[in-house]
């Protein structure tokens, strides 16, 4: 049996490194990448150093069942995704999921204020978030559609329907939403899938942060929250789901396609926020050239 290969970009700490321990649960080779290659890089809510590199993730891949790669890349640079990707081919001759997590998170993200009180930098989450994912599914989608197979796969939020931490996060989930929409056009027949995926709140290092910086808001919080594996369990199983080529195309929210494929969260169902938040846009056959 071939081991699957997967990317998770952003994988030094976050939603990006239990995506790829999740992969590992699995058996799959994990490529972690992320630009934090010591600790004190990356600040919580509250200004403490946020633990994590990619080292530390792509060795708990391999605890947990899997082989982790660490490898540091800004997304930022071109130069360095191109060079990530022949690193793939060169070891590995192939690619099976591509998760596109690396976002940029500026530090007043959750701030209640309008957009021009933010610093401008907020805006920075255009460029590492959603220009770094076309770049990233761009050349995962050379070494797919020449396999034959392969799922690109979009983290998303219910902020690309409702109003969430401003609209410069709103329009980064809201596109990654359409690149999914719009690459199972152009994939469609190859054996190659694309999908975005709504998680809910998840348990990460910045939201127990956030937890203790705004109790009211996040009260309840942790019982409800995902873990990330889950979505990592989920991106699996829609690989293998016989509907697979329906699925593509569509922005998915994690906790009902998880039912819907018998996945759970360390054998908990999770609740879909779509009543209180929103809903993804349905697909749309027309296409205009």
Known sequence: ???????????????????????????????????TISPGDAKGWDGTVLPGTVAETAAEVTAAGGKGIAVMCD???????????EQIEREQGRLDVLVNNA??????????????????????ILDVGLRSA???????????????SGVIAFGSSFGGSCYMHGPAYGAQKAGVDKFAHDMEHDLR???????????????????LIAQKTNPEQYEGFIDAAENPEFTAHIIDAI??????????????IG????KDLGVTDRGREKPSYREMLGSPRPKNAAAVY
């Open 255 to 258: 906790a009902e396609i998880a």
């Open 103 to 124: 976002t940029y998170i500026h530090h007043q993200l959750i701030e209640k204020a309008p957009f021009w009180e933010k610093e401008l930098d907020a805006v920075k």
């Open 1 to 35: 049996m071939t081991t699957k290969v997967a990317l998770v970009t952003g994988a030094s700490r976050g939603a990006g490194r239990g995506i790829a321990r999740g992969f590992g649960e699995l058996g799959y080779t994990v490529y972690v990448t992320g630009r």
């Open 239 to 252: 690989a293998k789901a016989p509907n697979r080529d329906e699925l593509s195309g569509q922005t998915l």
């Open 75 to 85: 997304h930022a640079d071109d130069a360095q995704v191109a060079a990530l990707f």
């Open 134 to 148: 076309y770049v990233a599914s761009w050349h995962a989608a050379r070494m797919m559609v020449k396999q034959g």
């Open 189 to 207: 027949g190859t054996g190659v899938i694309a999908i975005s995926i709504w998680m809910g709140p998840l348990v990460t290092e910045r939201s």
